[in-house]
């Protein structure tokens, strides 16, 4: 996904920028809103996280601006003030959500997700490996016309090895984008959640493959 | 809180009082004067009358060579007789002789002197008497000699007429008090007017309404408006600093710990070995404790001073529950919690705070999804119920734990049972303090089954 990030802060947009990349995104920075006017004049994006405060202006004005013209592009609004009223506020005002800082980028993710899906249903981030059909947004995934829904861990974990097949991920790894740093769990407890997986995938030619002592991998066979 | 003012007297009866009695001595005054001057007048007219009479019997005094004799002129009587019904006596002396009339008439206290009269009042014949006076030399035997002729009358008449004219006179002071008891209500009124408009436009003002008072006072109020001015706009700068203070701190402490969590996360994912995955749990984990407990200390210095600043307004609280549970939702989803929000019928409105009642409801949520383990469910459940609205938050997370309710919702104190879970152990606090801001009351009892229930009422009015 793309991803038009307006904030002034040139440390946390660096980090937040590095952070999405990680996952596969791709991160324009826009540290004022004339920036962002100009980015979004020459690009298409997925997704607008916008700052509030800004040097050149309110970023709800922006975002006031952004819906009188009838661009539909989503925005999730980064606020550092937690009130509901902020977010009923900023909801009213045209942001699609809003996230507080510092924020979890599984729950942004989420977010992320949840405004996709509202925006434009389903269709348009279909993929497929093998025999299946994946889609992120409803979280379900269709084997022989037959669709299943995925919870949100095993969504998550599906993700995140659909990134790189025939890749081998570490427990560990997979622990750590599964399960929040408040949650201590051991590393085992990744086992759950891939055998569940496991029987969603039941009956296409998809499936997990244990890598003994190191970790997990997806691998679909040929027909 | 609102501390009513203690009233030391009434200016409205101050003013009043001292203008009657200032009446009063004035009326009374007004009533001595008529009534001394018309009592003058009356002892003026009878003594002129007394006068002549005593002056036309001395001139009929004749003297001879046997002595004095007289001719009374009972003229002069009749001029005496005019006056009502009083009694008239007269006596003739020559030297220290009786020649006629009473004898026993007193004399005045010094001899008169001259056809000038002397007026004097004295008791004879049981009556109160006025005399009048006069002496006259005449020739007795060729030697002069000194007569002296007393006329008397009561007073029966002259105190009628004094009498009736101090009635009058009583009528007139009455009047004029009257007037002036009048007079003293209407002044009062019209100077205390500006006073009386002056607190009800301060007394109809909301509690937010802090701008200056901008009406035209007079001269002796100014002081006093300018005072008030200048004391609401130092409350209106503080609470201004105050909520900006507020939002600023916010955005300072959470913007930096957002890049250490962002930066942290990118380690994590890209630690080489266990060891360094699990120092950097930590610190995400000590990033997350410390914007939690900076969430909440802001929302507790938020609902302390939202607590004398409220703003009060209808609210449903099936909406506010919708849109609170609608926030959490993603971050309930990430451990597969289900949020369950049970809205029931009928009127769900309570008159509140809106930001009071919203942090209740977020931090109720926010513990119960806390404190749960993953795929179980949270339910909220706003009910109406007699006199306000219920509003249920139950878990299946680990409970109370043994802990007592009431330690639970102290600052700073948390369950003996979660040291494994971050938390500033302030989430309960400020519950408990929205309760008490909005005459509420909250309880929080193990749930059956295993976990937590809290258990918030909200009151109508």
Do not use: W
């Not at chain 1, 997700?113 to 925006?119: N, T």
């Not at chain 1, 891939?194 to 890598?211: N, Q």
């Amino acid at each position: 996904m793309r991803f038009l990030l307006v904030e002034d802060n040139a440390d946390l947009a660096r980090s937040v920028a590095a952070r999405l990349s990680l996952d596969g995104h791709g991160v324009d920075h826009a540290a004022s809103l004339a920036e962002a006017a100009d980015h979004l004049a020459t690009a298409a994006y997925d997704l607008i996280l916008l700052d509030i405060m800004l040097p050149d202006g309110d970023g709800r004005d922006f975002l006031a601006r952004h819906r009188r013209e009838r661009r539909d592009t989503p925005v999730i609004v980064m606020t550092a003030r937690a009130a509901v009223s902020d977010r009923v506020a900023l909801l009213d005002t045209g942001a699609d959500d809003y996230i507080t800082k510092p924020f979890d980028f599984a729950e942004l993710e989420a977010r992320v997700r949840a405004v996709l899906r509202r925006k434009h249903g389903a269709a348009q981030t279909l993929r497929t490996f093998a025999d299946l059909t994946f889609d992120p947004l409803t979280a379900t995934l269709t084997v022989a016309g037959e669709t299943r829904e995925l919870r949100n861990r095993e969504l998550r974990l599906f993700e995140i090895l659909l990134s790189g097949p025939d890749r081998i991920f570490s427990k560990g790894q997979l622990c750590d984008r599964l399960f929040s740093a408040a949650e201590a769990v051991s590393d085992n407890a990744i086992e759950v959640y891939v055998g569940r997986l496991r029987r969603k995938l039941d009956g296409s030619r998809a499936r997990i493959e244990t890598v003994r002592g190191v970790g997990y991998k997806l691998t679909g066979t040929p027909e | 809180m609102k501390a009513a003012a203690v009233p030391s007297g009434s200016i409205r009866r101050r003013l009043l009082l001292s203008m009657l009695a200032l009446a009063a001595v004035l009326s009374g005054l007004l009533y001595l004067t008529v009534r001394g001057v018309a009592a003058r007048a009356v002892e003026a007219t009878q003594d002129a009358v007394l006068g002549s009479a005593g002056i036309a019997i001395a001139e009929e005094l004749r003297g001879s060579e046997d002595g004095v004799e007289i001719d009374i002129p009972y003229t002069a009587f009749s001029m005496l007789g005019a006056v009502g019904q009083d009694r008239v006596f007269y006596r003739v002396l020559i030297g220290d002789v009786t020649l006629t009339g009473y004898a026993d008439l007193p004399l005045p206290a010094e001899p008169p002197s001259g056809l000038t009269p002397f007026f004097y009042s004295t008791t004879f014949q049981d009556e109160t008497v006025r005399i009048a006076a006069v002496e006259r030399a005449v020739l007795s035997d060729g030697r002069p000699v000194s007569a002296t002729v007393l006329v008397a009358q009561t007073r029966t008449a002259a105190e009628a007429i004094a009498g009736q004219l101090a009635n009058r006179a009583a009528l007139l002071g009455l009047g004029v008090f009257a007037l002036a008891a009048l007079l003293a209500v209407v002044t009062a009124r019209s100077v205390l007017a500006p006073v009386d408009e002056l607190a009800e436009a301060v007394r109809r003002r909301g509690p937010q309404d802090l701008r200056p008072v901008a009406r035209a006072v007079p001269v002796e109020l100014a002081p006093f408006v300018t005072a008030l001015n200048g004391f609401m706009g130092r409350l209106s700068a503080a609470l201004s600093r105050t909520e900006t203070f507020i939002a600023e701190a916010a955005h300072h402490i959470r913007t930096p710990l957002a890049v250490v969590r962002a930066e942290a996360e990118i380690a994590l994912r890209q630690a080489p070995d266990d060891a360094t995955r699990a120092r950097m749990r930590s610190v995400i984990r000590a990033v997350d404790d410390s914007a939690r407990s900076a969430t909440q200390l802001l929302d507790h210095a938020t609902v302390v001073y939202r607590t004398d600043q409220r703003t009060d307004e209808d609210l449903d609280l099936g909406d506010l529950a919708r849109s609170v549970t609608q926030a959490l939702a993603p971050a309930a989803d990430l451990k597969e919690i289900a949020l369950d929000l049970v809205v029931g019928d009928g009127p769900l409105v309570v008159r509140g705070d809106r930001l009071l009642i919203e942090s209740a409801l977020r931090n109720l949520l926010d513990n119960a999804v806390k404190y749960s383990g993953p795929e179980t469910e949270v339910r909220l459940t706003v009910a109406g119920v007699a006199g306000g609205v219920r509003v249920l938050v139950e878990d299946r997370g680990r409970g109370l734990g043994g802990s007592q309710p009431a330690a639970l919702t102290a600052r700073f104190r948390r369950g003996t049972n979660v040291d494994d879970i971050i938390g500033s152990g302030l989430g309960l606090t400020i519950v408990k303090e929205v309760a008490r801001a909005q005459r509420g009351a909250f309880r929080l009892t193990d749930r059956e089954g295993g976990g937590t229930c809290a258990d918030l009422f909200l009151p109508a009015h």
